[in-house]
């Protein structure tokens, strides 16, 4: 009977299911491609974060899909990382292992298919929504089920695609929401609320909270019949999220260590909003920006807001249902305006641009109050409906006219005349399927057709909008060291048993060790292990505020060796002493450093003393048990300058521009290297956090390299010399009219020493076998002493010895270390986020306990159907 069922449905509504999914597949599809983006295309859809973060981060979830990535712990970013936590952000959806079938040179085509499969399925949850909701025709909810799809918050936020995924179970929830308490039965609301807390934590936040609020609003239209299911709700709703602990539990633990801490509320108003943004946002095509000083994306299109201000002015509505969802729309308002909610909505943290996270929330109410508008729309409604209309073109045209012209100057005369000439369209038409009813057939057919004009429309112009905002990346750019990486980082693994560590000196992206599977310190990303990468920062790497990024440029070679960071890729030789060519593919060498050392090193309890491990100077000698210093400083004498002025300013030296000519300023040092140093220049603008300082070019003997003066290291290579050598150093500044810096010296490190150093760790080194999360080593010690790693510390990494379980102390709240006995022994860390086993058992024991208090529950609710039978 249910199968028969089923076909019977399908064979009803197949054909809307379908035109739900396709119609804004190909709305969107053709948008890219009036852009130029399609599959195989020389353009792709990565744009700011999706090309700097996501599709690389795709690409690690692909490795870890292949068997070549841990699922707990990834070695890619930033010497180690919490690998649950990281998806748990930016890739777990059901949708992201339609990477599986793509290799990572083609991850932005990968990409492009699962967004528009994410939009599709959008129009597909909202249909089944809509059709168990609403008592409406078939082309409605068609219409409905784009809108939804296509609204302008999908649009201008695709660049992130990890939240799209909450805008297609957000509909499901809703329907869960519907069928507890119409039906009672729980397992739609259970089965999504679930899938939406393990997609995405953030997202899910305020989903969450808007389901709460949307509920009990709904009880509260019929309190005497939905009260009853206020108890099935609760616990269906806290047995979902008890169940998803086994992903956010990881994922809350990971952020209390080191997340950022929750924004201050330091005003009550929110900044850079105006008192026309929910009307002009409203108009088809408007695009301000989804940087800074944004509107709300809240635009479903002018159908659905017809009816959704016809649900409000018509009495066939209960006022009371009008003042309970009023309110929640209100609130949704409200939360834009008033700075508290904006932040709260939002989980306390400021958003870094794509601002009001949570505006497509209130694009939903909106379709779904349209929804129950049509349901009560009738033939006599049309003047009701002509005066909608002809009141929504006033306000269009006063905001138009008296609006800020500042603020609100995206508004186009062209903008304004398509909104209003589709509003007199749709009203037309309506009247027209009532005034010829021989064609009433065929009003349906256009009325879609026009209103899939107007988001083509929309679509593409936020799509040109985020185009001319960021640029959408040629696949070029993503693919150009691609082929000449990839075999270099093939060759380093092919001649390594051992674990070791690969930078890349001409990085595509921040990211690129996720790409390409190797162990990295560059990494750029909101999930991060802050208390390691505040520790490289005073090593003399750059990570600075919040730790949102690590660099590894400009840090001398010292840290190579301690880090193992044995091999280079780079264009150019990277002048560094003791790294060797081995091989060249295209534009890349890869270059290895002989000094490189592994995982583990045996010290003593003194690691621990902050006079030990403060700098990298002193973590060495302190290794190594040298007294000799390492590095000493000599001079610069300027030589000559170019449309600069350089002024003393107590320890800091200002260098700014003589004339705006549009000259680059310049400025010439003559330095005497003395043999056998690696020479660094050190320029360090850090005592200005909040200031760009741009970039800089310095030059040595014609070899020019260039770097960002506030996101690189502050120790600029000069190269390597085995005898001692007067040299010129060019420094052009570029970007900033004016660059402060700590007043600039050269740094040299001595070879000699550094070698005799290397050598005397070397015969106390630890190597770890590493596999996924699991790393081994065999050490024999003649006294009590301690294995310190370069390992960054996280409370998921357990250890024991000889199998038994032994502390982990860490260096600076950064670095893991264990103390071993005398004697021969097998040291083993492993490492499983924290939380993960506590979360696995909770999301075994709620479903189990959710199984059997469905059992319980429809077994109650035949009981008491049986009993009002028989009354």
Not at 822 to 838: N, S
């Amino acid at each position: 009977m249910k199968q028969q069922n089923r076909k019977i449905f399908f064979k009803k509504n197949s054909a809307a299911i379908i035109l739900s999914f396709l119609l804004p597949v190909a709305i969107m599809a053709i948008s890219y491609y009036r852009l130029g983006i399609y599959p195989t295309s020389d353009r792709t859809i990565l744009a700011s974060d999706a090309f700097g973060q996501l599709v690389n981060f795709y690409s690690g979830f692909n490795n870890m899909l292949h068997g070549d990535q841990s699922f707990f712990y990834t070695w890619s970013g930033s010497l180690g990382l919490n690998f649950v936590s990281l998806m748990s952000y930016y890739t777990n959806s059901l949708f992201s292992f339609l990477v599986f079938f793509f290799d990572n040179l083609h991850m932005p085509d990968a990409m492009y298919i699962i967004l528009l499969t994410k939009i599709g399925a959008m129009g597909v949850t909202f249909w089944v929504f809509a059709h168990n909701t609403f008592r409406i025709p078939q082309w409605t909810k068609v219409f409905l089920s784009v809108s939804y799809a296509l609204m302008s918050f999908t649009m201008a936020y695709s660049i992130m695609l990890m939240w799209m995924d909450a805008m297609v179970y957000l509909p499901l929830i809703l329907l869960g929401i519907h069928r507890v308490m119409d039906r009672q039965r729980p397992v739609l609301l259970f089965i999504s609320y679930f899938l939406l807390f393990i997609t995405n934590y953030y997202m899910a936040f305020m989903v969450g909270l808007f389901s709460f609020l949307y509920f009990f609003i709904r009880v509260f239209t019929e309190w005497k019949i939905y009260k009853r299911s206020i108890v099935p709700y609760l616990i269906t709703s806290l047995l979902a999220g008890l169940a998803s602990m086994i992903i956010i539990l990881p994922s809350v633990l990971d952020l209390r260590t080191n997340g950022e801490k929750l924004d201050s509320i330091n005003s009550f108003i929110t900044n850079d909003v105006g008192p026309w943004d929910f009307v002009v946002k409203n108009m088809t095509g408007v695009y301000d920006t989804s940087k800074y000083g944004s509107s709300p994306f809240i635009y479903v299109g002018l159908l659905p807001l017809l009816f959704f201000i016809f649900y409000f002015v018509t009495k066939k509505i209960p006022l009371k249902n009008k003042l309970l969802f009023g309110g929640l729309l209100l609130v949704m308002v409200a939360s834009v305006y008033i700075q508290p909610l904006n932040l709260f909505w939002q989980g306390m943290h400021s958003p870094n641009m794509f601002l009001f996270r949570y505006s497509f929330l209130y694009s939903a109410l909106v379709l779904i109050l349209a929804g129950f508008g049509l349901e009560k729309f009738e033939k006599k409604d049309l003047n009701i409906l002509g005066n909608i209309m002809l009141s929504l073109v006033g306000i269009f045209i006063a905001a138009a006219i008296l609006s800020n012209k500042k603020r609100y100057g995206y508004i186009t005369q062209e903008t304004l005349i398509i909104t209003v000439i589709l509003l007199v369209v749709y009203v037309l038409l309506f009247i027209l399927k009532d005034k010829l009813p021989k064609y009433r057939w065929l009003m349906p057919v256009l009325l879609i057709s026009v209103m899939c004009g107007e988001m083509s429309f929309n679509t593409h112009q936020i799509m040109s909008g985020i185009d001319k905002e960021w640029g959408y990346t040629s696949k070029e750019r993503y693919t150009q060291g691609y082929k000449d990486i990839e075999p270099l980082v093939e060759k380093a693994q092919s001649i390594n048993d051992t674990f070791y560590r690969l930078e890349n000196l001409n990085p595509i992206s921040r990211t690129d060790s996720f790409n390409y599977n190797y162990s990295g310190v560059t990494m750029f990303s909101s999930i991060r292990n802050r208390n390691s990468s505040q520790y490289l920062d005073r090593l003399g790497y750059r990570s600075e505020g919040t730790n949102l990024t690590i660099q590894y440029e400009n840090n001398t070679i010292l840290m190579d060796d301690l880090l193992g960071v044995k091999y280079n890729l780079a264009k150019n030789d990277p002048q560094k002493y003791g790294f060797k060519e081995i091989e060249t593919h295209g534009d890349y060498t890869l270059y290895e450093n002989e000094h490189a050392l592994p995982l583990g090193v045996l010290t003593d309890q003194g690691i621990y003393e902050t006079k030990n491990n403060n700098n990298q100077t002193a973590l060495v000698q302190y290794l190594s048990e040298m007294k000799e210093p390492l590095f000493q400083f000599t001079g610069l004498t300027e030589v000559s300058r170019t449309n600069m002025i350089v002024q003393e300013s107590g320890d800091f030296t200002l260098y700014s521009e003589e004339s705006n000519t549009g000259e680059e300023k310049s400025i010439t040092w003559e330095v005497n290297v003395p043999a056998q140093t690696q020479a660094y220049l050190s320029l360090d603008t850090r005592a200005l956090n909040s200031v760009d300082n741009g970039s800089v070019e310095i030059s040595v003997d014609g070899h020019k390299n260039v770097s960002g003066l506030s996101s690189t290291g502050t120790y600029f290579n000069l190269g390597h010399y085995e005898q001692a050598t007067k040299v010129n150093v060019t420094a052009k500044f570029m970007g900033s009219s004016v660059v402060q810096a700590v007043r600039p010296s050269v740094l040299v490190l001595k070879t000699d020493v550094l070698d005799q150093a290397i050598t005397d760790i070397r015969e106390k080194e630890v190597p770890f076998n590493v596999k996924g999360n699991h790393v081994e080593a065999k050490v024999t010690t003649e006294k009590e002493q301690v294995i310190f790693t370069t390992i960054p510390y996280d409370p998921g990494w357990k250890a024991t010895i000889d199998g038994k379980p032994t502390e982990i102390k860490a260096v600076q709240d950064a670095l893991i270390t264990v103390k071993v006995p005398k004697g021969e022994h097998t040291v083993e860390l492993t490492y499983y986020p924290e939380g993960m086993k506590l979360g696995s058992l909770l999301f075994i024991s709620s479903v189990l306990l959710f199984s059997g208090y469905v059992y319980w529950y429809q077994k109650k609710q035949q009981k008491i159907n049986q009993k009002e039978s028989i009354h």
